[in-house]
């Protein structure tokens, strides 16, 4: 599985690339928004899952989720915080996968995997 994960910070990124890999999965990261629009452009057919901070500088997390639908819509997505609070996310619905940081490798496996269930019981 290729997991896009969208984090602006650089120490999560690189624990996430550490954790994806080690679970055997392939990595792909992008920095911010316009980074993962570019990514998924260019490369876009590749990538199953998108792994999306909530917070990011150009736009939120979600607003970002809309703008890779319209590259790629049905993309199965988590999104992920560190304000459990975040104004996003009370305007999110409740099927809306959101993992709040700090989270371990058993915890961002099994939503992982709910999101492909999740994507491939809605296809059909």
Known sequence: MRILVVEDSELVRSYLENVI????HEFV???NATEAIDIMRNRG??????????????????????????????????FTTGN????VL???????????????MDEL???????????SSHAG
């Open 29 to 31: 990261g992008a920095s």
């Open 109 to 119: 496996n099994a939503v992982l995997k709910q999101a492909l269930v999740d994507t």
């Open 45 to 78: 057919a590749g990538v199953n899952v998108l792994l999306i901070d909530v917070g990011l500088p150009e736009m939120d997390g979600f607003q970002l989720r809309q703008r890779i639908s319209e590259l790629r819509a049905g993309i199965p997505t988590v």
């Open 21 to 24: 890999v080690h679970l055997g």
């Open 84 to 87: 459990a609070g975040h104004p």
């Open 90 to 104: 009370a305007g999110a619905p409740p099927s809306t996968l959101v993992l709040e940081k700090p989270f371990g």
